[in-house]
């Protein structure tokens, strides 16, 4: 039996003038599967994603990523995962904007060892199935925000990660560019990540499996 991509129990974290923000949350998200985190604003979505991106360490309760428990690592062995098997999609699309979007979506596997052929040849791959290999030399300031998004997505998709971590993805995106990052996130759930989207959009969360709802 394959057990969940990610595996929460009893999670706790509070900030100094926050305490108890997230307390006792459980969660678990199996290969293929996209949970959709909804709550006000406030309520501790993107916190909840920077502790399972491993940026945040908890206070207490466990974090497992493909089995592993990641509360008990040290900082460099979390960097590791972080690298390898977690793609982050913030809202803002994030590209080194004078850098072209194919290198933009290739660095991550670049640095993560492979050949810079390969990389870009793995970039131009996913960049074809999100529709925006026609603009693989454009900088990244030379392209529409969807588009920066689309590239974001692929950028975080180009190590195939175990998981998927998506923080507002579409909240600055018009209805359709937002559409094409939800059909993209669904089809890397399709493909055997697990994914947690953080959304205040509707449209996101009926994309999802389910929903874990913050207070
Ligand atoms: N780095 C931080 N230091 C202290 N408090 C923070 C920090 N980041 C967020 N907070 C606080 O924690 C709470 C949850 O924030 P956040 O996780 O960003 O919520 P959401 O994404 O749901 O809007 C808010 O009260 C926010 O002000
Ligand atoms: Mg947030």
Redesign the pocket.
Known sequence: MIGPRLLVRSLRFG????PG?IVDLDLSVAAGEMVAVR??????????L?LLGLYLRPDGGSIRLDGQETTSLGDRERSRLRAHRIGFVFQDAGLHPDASLVDNVAEGAFYGGASYGAARARALALMTRYGIAGLAERRAVQVSGGEAQRAALCRALVRDPSLVLA?EPTGNLDPENAAAVIEGLRAAADDGAGVVV?THSPAVAEACDRTVL?A
């Open positions: 900030y100094r003038d926050v923000l709550g006000p604003s406030g309520s501790g979505k993107s916190t909840l920077y923080d953080a913050l």
